[in-house]
């Protein structure tokens, strides 16, 4: 059974442009997340999808959304770039929103903003 | 508001040897699950274990085993006979119960883990 996968590898944008990343959960995983892993701050949630709707986002600016399509697989955008919007984002799925199930996790999109 | 704190920001071990990385939460909650993480240099966060929180008995996975202090609110994870492949940045993490924020998870610091031949 494949995992979650995560594409672009890596991306590298230039300050004020937009990036768009996107994640594919495993089958039958309706619940999508997403987190942001840079340095110095820890891994910190960004948002979590579920059935196509936003659930939940963490505390961070509206700059920073995203859609889940009916195939569940999901899309992170971040619109004008800053610098410290450099950082490993990693997506995350699991089988429901609700519950206590597994969050299972991509590798992850290396994002550099120049 | 939750948290998650691992003290250790490094440990190192000899192959074939144990090793515990010690991990501490607050919460007001009374059921959650806890869980542990390894990532290696590749970045892929890796699930190692588990831990249900109204569950006494300490989850165990082959050479991975925790010890889950509830009421010390406290989640230690052991690896035995250390294996080169081990070495890796371990997070600790708490996950939300579902009713409050999703399920989202917190995580903790992380501890560098290197093992040594």
């Known amino acids: 059974e494949a995992g979650v996968t995560q594409s672009p590898t890596h991306l590298i944008k230039t300050r004020g442009q937009q990036a768009t990343l996107r994640c594919s959960p495993i089958s039958g995983h309706t619940s999508v997340y997403w987190y942001q892993q840079a340095l110095g701050l820890g891994l910190q949630f960004l948002l979590w999808?579920?059935?196509?709707?936003?659930?939940n986002r963490g505390n961070f600016p509206p700059r920073f959304s995203g859609r889940q399509f009916p195939n569940y697989s999901s899309e992170l955008n971040v619109n004008a770039l800053e610098l410290e919007d450099s950082a490993l984002y990693l997506c995350?799925?699991?089988?429901?929103?609700?519950?206590?199930?597994?969050?299972?996790f991509g590798p992850g999109t290396r994002l550099t903003v120049l | 508001a939750q948290t998650v704190t691992q003290s250790q920001p490094e440990m190192s071990v000899q192959e074939a040897e144990t090793v515990t990385l010690s991990c501490t939460y607050d919460t007001s909650e009374s059921d959650y699950y806890l869980f542990w993480y390894k990532q290696p240099p590749s970045r892929q966060m890796i699930l190692v274990i588990r831990q249900e929180a109204y569950k006494q008995q300490n989850a165990t996975e082959n050479r991975f085993s925790v010890n889950f202090q509830k009421a010390a609110k406290s989640f230690s994870l052991k690896i035995s006979d250390s294996q080169l492949g081990d070495a890796a940045m371990y997070f600790c993490a708490y996950r939300m119960p579902f009713y409050n924020q999703g399920g989202k998870l917190i995580f903790g610091q992380g501890t560098e883990l290197s093992v040594k031949p």
């Open positions: 999808y579920d059935e196509g709707e936003e659930r």
């Open positions: 995350a799925s699991s089988l429901a929103g609700g519950g206590y199930d597994t969050q299972y």
